[in-house]
């Protein structure tokens, strides 16, 4: 199974921040690498596939990039709305397998 | 517009039984590869089980093989998990999600069970 680690677990920052998550994993795939968005109680939303491809409707302060077995979202100014728990999610092969996920605090 | 209404949970004794229902509508159906998902109260997201368009091919978690069974009825535009000789360790959100170029591109609301004496 392809294990990923995310860092950092929780982040606090403000709002215009740039922010930056990264995901690790313990094996090298080729670009099958999402990014999704969770708030509380609600369903995670898809964000990012393909390592950097934006998902529709989806602002384009998100991006994502990365290879081998580091990959990056980042946000280029944090919006009061980016207040969530994000996760990467490998599908090279299944299993299927997230990250632990980043909360994104209010500093 | 996709969406996917998880039903089935509920609170169930150790050793018990329940099905998971996901309707489908939005999308045809029978063209996409579904997968559960789910989530322990407080945790991350835990992928469970896989299942091809046409139900021919299936995986599952180890946590779950041998107690958790996923089919699909493309006629009547549902995903189910069959689940039993649930645990403790069972409880949390189950969520259906669409899979599109490979990904959970579309997620339920989720169906929250719970297994507790």
């Known amino acids: 199974d392809i294990q990923m680690t995310q860092s950092p677990s929780t982040l606090s920052a403000s709002v215009g921040d740039r922010v930056t998550i990264t995901c690790r994993a313990s094996q090298s795939f080729n670009s099958w690498l999402a990014w999704f968005q969770q708030k509380p109680g609600k369903a995670p939303k898809l964000l990012i596939y393909?390592?950097?491809s934006l998902e529709s409707g989806v602002p384009s302060r998100f991006s994502g990039s990365g290879s081998v077995t580091e990959f990056t979202l980042t946000i280029s100014s944090l919006q009061p709305d980016d207040f969530a728990t994000y996760y990467c999610q490998q599908y090279n092969t299944y299993p299927l397998t997230f990250g632990g996920g980043t909360k994104v605090e209010i500093k | 517009e996709v969406q996917l209404v998880e039903s089935g949970g509920g609170l169930v004794q150790p050793g018990g039984s329940l099905r998971l229902s996901c309707a489908a509508s939005g999308f045809t159906f029978s063209s996409y590869e579904m997968n559960w998902v789910r989530q322990a109260p407080g945790k991350g997201l835990e992928w469970v089980s896989y299942?091809?368009?046409?139900?021919?091919?299936?995986y599952y978690a180890d946590s779950v093989k041998g107690r958790f069974t996923i089919s699909r009825d493309n006629a009547k535009n549902s995903l189910y998990l069959q689940m039993n000789r649930l645990r403790a360790e069972d409880t949390a959100v189950y969520y259906c999600a669409k899979t599109r170029t490979g990904t959970t591109s579309h997620w339920g609301q989720g169906t929250l069970v719970t297994v507790s004496s």
């Open positions: 393909k390592v950097s």
């Open positions: 299942i091809s368009s046409s139900g021919s091919t299936i």
